[in-house]
T-cell receptor
Framework: DTEVTQTPKHLVMGMTNKKSLKCEQHMGHRAMYWYKQKAKKPPELMFVYSYEKLSINESVPSRFSPECPNSSLLNLHLHALQPEDSALYLC??????????????FGSGTQLSVL | GQQVMQIPQYQHVQEGEDFTTYCNSS?????IQWYKQRPGGHPVFLIQLVKSGEVKKQKRLTFQFGEAKKNSSLHITATQTTDVGTYFCAGPDAGANNLFFGTGTRLTVIP
């Protein structure tokens, strides 16, 4: 049971589409993350927001655009994706600053397929 | 970036047998975390180890952090079908303040 809620659970989009993934947590956490996970691989960090400011961008292509409207919400805007971007996109949160010693709470993920 | 390797990559065990996965880092880690991801699920935090030589137990699960803080292990005693999933260790990325996941060990338990 997760307290990090992600929508939608599944998404199929074409390469010319624009879509958004949404993530919400009400645990009072101040750090939120986007991870990408390909099948049978570990999660790979994409972005970290700490106190609503982007603190880490792991050289992610500009077709992925994160947004943190407030400390409870995190969005990932998608535009002109490629088929190789198909993956499970996981949102996570942690208590404070997004440091490496903080426990991560993951959402159930959005399974994205790009056609 | 950080390279955290786990072995084995896959493990099939008969229910009731023990299971161990090992996590090895090329650099000293300030802490290490373990996560479990069930098939079709998301990673769930199991434990964090911080001290050199630390050992922590959770029921049938025993976690160890090496003396040099470069390796860790997870041992499951008398596996059950509910233990099925992929176990990831995660540690700080070298030179960065974010968590880096190891390659994972996928456990299958045969009833």
């Amino acid at each position: 049971d997760t307290e990090v809620t992600q929508t939608p659970k599944h998404l199929v989009m074409g390469m010319t589409n624009k879509k958004s993934l949404k993530c919400e947590q009400h645990m009072g956490h101040r750090a939120m993350y986007w991870y990408k996970q390909k099948a049978k691989k570990p999660p790979e960090l994409m972005f970290v927001y700490s106190y609503e400011k982007l603190s880490i961008n792991e050289s992610v292509p500009s077709r992925f655009s994160p947004e943190c409207p407030n400390s409870s919400l995190l969005n990932l805007h998608l535009h002109a994706l490629q088929p190789e971007d198909s993956a499970l996109y996981l949102c996570a949160s942690s208590h404070r600053t997004g440091g490496s010693n903080e426990k991560l709470f993951f959402g159930s993920g959005t399974q994205l397929s790009v056609l | 970036g950080q390279q955290v390797m786990q072995i084995p990559q896959y493990q099939h065990v008969q229910e009731g047998e023990d299971f161990t996965t090992y996590c090895n880092s090329s650099t000293t880690l300030s802490n290490i975390q373990w996560y479990k991801q069930r098939p079709g699920g998301h990673p769930v935090f199991l434990i964090q180890l911080v001290k050199s030589g630390e050992v922590k137990k959770q029921k049938r699960l025993t976690f160890q952090f090496g003396e040099a803080k470069k390796n860790s292990s997870l041992h499951i005693t008398a596996t059950q079908t509910t233990d099925v999933g992929t176990y990831f260790c995660a540690g700080p990325d070298a030179g960065a303040n974010n968590l880096f996941f190891g390659t994972g060990t996928r456990l299958t338990v045969i009833p």
